[in-house]
């Protein structure tokens, strides 16, 4: 599918440069000078990072690093052992309830785990979702991926508190506790721990699967920055208006930005909307006035 979409595009006129890792080994500059117009839509991939106690033993990886080099092994890349987290043979903490954390349970299970634990900071969702939430509002509700039918455990409401390492700086225990939520007066959800429920999970592999914050802005980003004073938002996202003159196009002229890299992590249907829109937005800016679908 994706070969005969891509052949698709090609006959429409698209040239695609692959293995070209902008602001790495082709400096963004560069870019800047030959075209018009640049739109950055390369996704949010900077991982959210648990800065706990012991955070720098080994044996602690982000999800993606464990998942990506693994799907590497799979499709015949060449990985070298050294390189490659493996969890065969270990027991496995996930940090982490969602998706990701779901493909960190099937993955591991197929290396052949010693066991697999995922944790997850809030509440229980419960089993039937509440018939009279409405969009866009999300329906909380209990929901089991086919990985985690798979095996492993699950535990809610967790705290990870810090990580203990042997006499060789690997892991082999977390340090939780157990935490409840309620609302304060404004109706605003509060945590607190639950005194006295400190204890730990015995680990040889904690994979960190909280979801990720912004893009990464190492290389890139780091570059437009200290080129062209781009602006981000608090959030660390590139800062881009969608309405009015100018939208879509960053504080740098010509540069535009779309999809997770502008809003941050979303479903893939903002992606494919946003993606739509700034193409007219750039149809406008160059050609004074577009005729592209908004």
Known sequence: LIDRRQSQMRTEGVEFHTHAHIGVDI???????????????????????????GRELSGIHFAMDF???????????YVPDEAF?????KRVL???????GSDCIGTSNRHGAKSVIQIEILDKPPVKEDKGLTWPDWPNKLRTS??????????????????????????????????RWDKDADGRWQMSEVPGSEAEFKVDLVLLAMGFVHPVHTGMIEAL?????LELDPRGNLKAPTEGVGAYQTSVPGVF??????????????AIR?????????????MGRSDLPR
């Open 27 to 53: 400096p963004i500059g560069k870019l800047r000078a030959d075209y018009d117009a640049l739109v950055l839509a390369g996704g949010s991939e900077q991982p959210r990072d648990l800065p706990a106690p």
């Open 67 to 77: 998942l990506t080099r693994n799907s590497k092994r799979v499709q015949g890349s």
């Open 85 to 89: 987290i493996n969890a065969q043979g």
């Open 94 to 100: 996930v940090i982490g309830g969602g998706d990701t």
């Open 146 to 179: 086919s990985s985690q039918e798979e095996g492993g455990e699950r535990h809610w409401n967790v705290l990870t508190k810090g990580f203990v390492g042997d006499d060789q700086g690997r892991v082999q225990a977390v340090k939780y506790c157990l935490v």
């Open 225 to 229: 920055k200290a080129d062209t004073g």
């Open 257 to 270: 930005g779309a999809g997770d890299m502008r809003r941050g992590q979303s479903l893939v249907v903002w």
């Open 274 to 286: 946003e993606g739509r829109q700034c193409a007219r937005a750039v149809d406008e800016w160059l």
